[in-house]
């Protein structure tokens, strides 16, 4: 069974459920002593027009935000996939969308990549600034160079035990 046909039967199920709970449990009070005061509420309850507009327009108000929402977004902000599908409904070709939508990525790319072939300019009297260098070097500028630490540890001995 489908997803829908699911949610069909528990939605449907449940409101069919709940009146035939109403039917009961307002009928039979003789026979049950428990709730005296319902005794004819269902027929009460039933002949009411305010009861059955609700019944219609409650649903109707509160799912409308959550259909307009989808309605928008389903038309204005379409995804990949879903304008493939529609192309494909239509019996039109999707190439176009799908060209359409992977042209910046591949233009992006190849921006990319137009830099790593290109050969870099020299200028031979450029002087190179010995305050930058590599995130990973030990020894720029360092009181102790890093031979020199390397050396000062015997490498012989055990480790102390860990904090």
């Known amino acids: ?4 046909q699911i949610t069909h039967l528990a939605l449907w199920g449940s409101i ?3 009146f035939i709970f109403l039917g009961i449990y307002c009928n039979f009070w ?3 002593p428990i709730a005296s005061e319902m005794l004819g509420e269902d027929k009460i309850l039933l002949s009411s027009g305010v009861f059955w507009m609700g019944l219609i327009i409650i649903p109707v108000l509160t799912l409308i935000g959550d259909v307009t929402y989808k309605v928008i977004n389903r038309s204005l902000f379409k995804t990949l996939a879903e304008e493939v599908r529609a192309k494909e409904l239509a019996n039109e070709d999707p190439a176009t969308v799908v060209y ?6 591949l233009t992006e790319t190849a921006r990319l990549l137009k830099n790593v072939f290109r050969k870099p300019l020299r200028v031979p009297n450029q002087e190179i600034d010995l305050q930058h ?3 990973f070097s030990q020894e720029e500028h360092g009181v102790i160079p890093h ?5 000062l540890y015997d490498t012989t001995k055990s480790k102390p035990e860990g904090l």
């Open 1 to 4: 069974m489908a997803s829908l």
């Open 16 to 18: 069919l459920s709940w």
């Open 30 to 32: 003789p026979t049950i």
């Open 100 to 105: 359409r939508a992977t042209k910046h990525t």
């Open 133 to 135: 260098g590599y995130a």
């Open 147 to 151: 031979s020199e630490l390397i050396r």
